[in-house]
């Protein structure tokens, strides 16, 4: 079974940048799009950004312009590179791949941002 695993969370000061990644184990085929969540405790799990098969992408308006999403699906890898964290961006953050077949979740990584 294809598992996702991501990697690149931590502890960073307001204003430092992380990189998440994320990595499918086997391969998954036809994707429709990828994407990364996040969820603050006591919150409900929201979209942070997503990148389709055909390369758009889309951000939720509270990382505009300070968090990037890219992919290779082929390789069945993404990444969110985000730069000028806040404190209000500590969440547990999960990649998500869905294809036509499924949908496929990561276990989760932790980003904290101190102030």
């Known amino acids: 079974q294809v598992q996702l695993v991501e990697s690149g969370g931590g502890l960073v000061q307001a204003g430092g940048s992380l990189k998440l990644s994320c990595a499918a184990s086997?391969?998954?085929?036809?994707?429709?799009?990828m994407g990364w969540y996040r969820q603050a405790p006591g919150k409900q799990r929201e979209l942070v950004a997503l990148?389709?098969?055909?390369?758009?992408?889309n951000y939720a308006d509270s990382v505009k312009g300070r968090f990037t999403i890219s992919g290779d699906s082929a390789k069945n890898t993404m990444y969110l590179q985000m730069n000028s964290l806040k404190p209000e961006d500590t969440a547990v953050y999960y990649c998500?791949?869905?294809?036509?077949?499924?949908?496929?979740w990561g276990q989760g990584t932790q980003v904290t941002v101190s102030s």
């Open positions: 086997g391969s998954i085929s036809s994707i429709n799009f």
């Open positions: 990148i389709t098969s055909g390369g758009r992408t």
């Open positions: 998500r791949i869905h294809s036509y077949a499924r949908d496929y």
